[in-house]
């Protein structure tokens, strides 16, 4: 079968060359390569593909916690530029170059859109809704098997609402048949000291930076020694932040400290009645005494304070001397010297003028 005029011979190749690759570029495809050699080069795509968002939809914040969630698109022509169409933020949060952050204050159910925009200007809107809620309470939780568990397990232990948490401890019951063979931090930037006593685990955890909601924290690695099953509610903790501040105390339960029973038949003391008891002891006990504040009210009903209960030095001089006299000898006006000391010889007085006697028998006038 013999060819058309136009596409025979040399030169009607050539034209028939030239014919296909505008056929093939009218199509969105360009052939590179010699025609008259009959060789075929790659082919490249001149359409971008469509711009779509990632994320699709946002993460659920909590009121007070720190919130930073980065929107972008693939496809395109970059650079791009972002920019909020529609809606309302969330109270404390905002929106710059791609970034949603910030603190929210209010909780509540909010729906806005972003647009971007390529380098081609083509642009491409999402409409997202993000949830604000209440915050829940910090707590550490162990991700447990269902069922039993029969040979070496491992147990992740997950964060919840860390806030500021910067050091946390454990403690968990794990039962007479489990032995703890390893427990190590879930990520590098953690630092774990571990030991177990009896059925009791207590790990200690250290966070260079605040780990992020509901992260991995740690992983601890059991083994029974026969099918057992792990209670998520035998585990305490206490979380605190920087600057020793405690966060969160959860008590282990049986962890509390047990009161000694009351025996049969013991008085009940009352605290402020013991208080007043010991007060009134303390005043009455000779070596409390202060000899300064001694006066004649402090004396015992009766006469003075008995000699032990004085100390060194003597009675102060507002109290009167007291002495003695000797023993069968009624008081005389004048100081009674020692008794053992003879009486000196009493002083000499003039003697009386002589009295006229009258008469034996005779009666005075």
Same mark, same amino acid.
């Given at each position: 079968?013999?060819?058309?005029?136009?596409?025979?011979?040399?030169?009607?190749?050539?034209?028939?060359?030239?014919?296909?690759?505008?056929?093939?570029?009218?199509?969105?495809?360009?052939?590179?390569?010699?025609?008259?050699?009959?060789?075929?080069?790659? !082919?490249?795509?001149? /359409?971008?593909?469509?711009?779509?968002?990632?994320?699709? !939809?946002?993460?659920?914040?909590?009121?007070?916690?720190?919130?930073?969630?980065?929107?972008?698109?693939?496809?395109?022509?970059?650079?791009?530029?972002?920019?909020?169409?529609?809606?309302?933020?969330?109270?404390?949060?905002?929106?710059?170059?791609?970034?949603?952050?910030?603190?929210?204050?209010?909780?509540?159910?909010?729906?806005?859109?972003?647009?971007?925009?390529?380098?081609?200007?083509?642009?491409?809107?999402?409409?997202?809704t993000m949830n604000v809620d209440a915050l829940p309470p910090?707590?550490?939780?162990?991700?447990?098997? %269902?069922?039993?568990? /029969?040979?070496?397990?491992?147990?992740?232990?997950?964060?919840?609402? @860390?806030?500021?948490?910067?050091?946390?401890?454990?403690s968990w019951d794990l039962g007479k048949d489990v032995q703890?063979?390893?427990?190590?931090?879930?990520?590098?930037?953690?630092?774990?000291?571990?030991?177990?006593?009896?059925?009791?685990?207590?790990?200690?955890?250290?966070?260079?930076?605040? @780990?992020?909601?509901?992260?991995?924290?740690?992983?601890?690695?059991?083994?029974?020694?026969?099918?057992?099953?792990?209670?998520?509610?035998?585990?305490?903790?206490?979380?605190?932040?920087?600057?020793?501040?405690?966060?969160?105390?959860?008590? /282990? =339960?049986? !962890?509390? =400290?047990?009161?000694?029973?009351?025996?049969?038949?013991?008085?009940?003391?009352?605290?402020?009645?013991?208080?007043?008891?010991?007060?009134?002891?303390?005043?009455?006990?000779?070596?409390?005494?202060?000899?300064?504040?001694?006066?004649?009210?402090?004396?015992?009903?009766?006469?003075?304070?008995?000699?032990?209960?004085?100390?060194?030095? !003597?009675? @102060?001089?507002?109290?009167?001397?007291?002495?003695? =006299?000797?023993?069968?000898?009624?008081?005389?006006?004048?100081?009674t010297p020692p008794a053992n000391q003879p009486a000196p010889? @009493?002083?000499?007085?003039?003697? %009386?003028? =002589?009295?006229?006697?009258?008469?034996?028998?005779?009666?005075?006038?």
């Amino acid at each position: 079968m013999s060819q058309p005029p136009l596409l025979s011979g040399p030169g009607g190749r050539l034209l028939g060359a030239a014919l296909l690759i505008g056929l093939l570029a009218g199509c969105g495809s360009v052939s590179t390569g010699n025609a008259g050699s009959g060789t075929v080069g790659t !082919s490249t795509t001149s /359409r971008a593909d469509v711009m779509t968002f990632q994320p699709s !939809s946002l993460p659920v914040s909590y009121v007070g916690e720190t919130y930073n969630v980065q929107v972008g698109v693939t496809g395109g022509v970059g650079p791009y530029g972002y920019r909020l169409t529609a809606g309302t933020l969330p109270p404390g949060l905002k929106f710059a170059g791609g970034a949603l952050s910030g603190t929210p204050t209010k909780a509540g159910s909010y729906s806005f859109a972003i647009q971007a925009t390529d380098a081609n200007l083509s642009t491409r809107v999402q409409e997202y809704t993000m949830n604000v809620d209440a915050l829940p309470p910090l707590a550490l939780k162990p991700t447990l098997p %269902p069922g039993e568990i /029969r040979g070496e397990t491992r147990i992740p232990v997950t964060i919840q609402a @860390p806030r500021a948490v910067r050091a946390a401890r454990l403690s968990w019951d794990l039962g007479k048949d489990v032995q703890v063979t390893r427990v190590q931090p879930a990520d590098a930037g953690s630092v774990v000291f571990w030991q177990q006593r009896g059925s009791v685990l207590t790990v200690d955890l250290g966070f260079r930076t605040v @780990p992020r909601p509901d992260a991995r924290i740690a992983l601890i690695t059991v083994k029974p020694a026969k099918a057992v099953t792990l209670k998520a509610d035998a585990l305490g903790y206490e979380a605190r932040d920087g600057s020793g501040k405690m966060l969160v105390d959860k008590k /282990r =339960p049986g !962890s509390e =400290p047990v009161k000694p029973a009351e025996q049969p038949g013991d008085p009940k003391v009352d605290p402020k009645a013991a208080d007043q008891k010991a007060t009134d002891q303390k005043a009455t006990d000779p070596k409390t005494v202060d000899p300064k504040t001694v006066t004649p009210a402090d004396t015992v009903e009766g006469g003075p304070l008995p000699s032990p209960a004085l100390p060194t030095p !003597s009675l @102060p001089p507002t109290l009167p001397p007291v002495t003695t =006299p000797p023993a069968n000898t009624p008081p005389v006006p004048t100081p009674t010297p020692p008794a053992n000391q003879p009486a000196p010889a @009493p002083a000499p007085q003039p003697a %009386p003028a =002589p009295q006229p006697t009258p008469p034996s028998g005779t009666g005075g006038a």
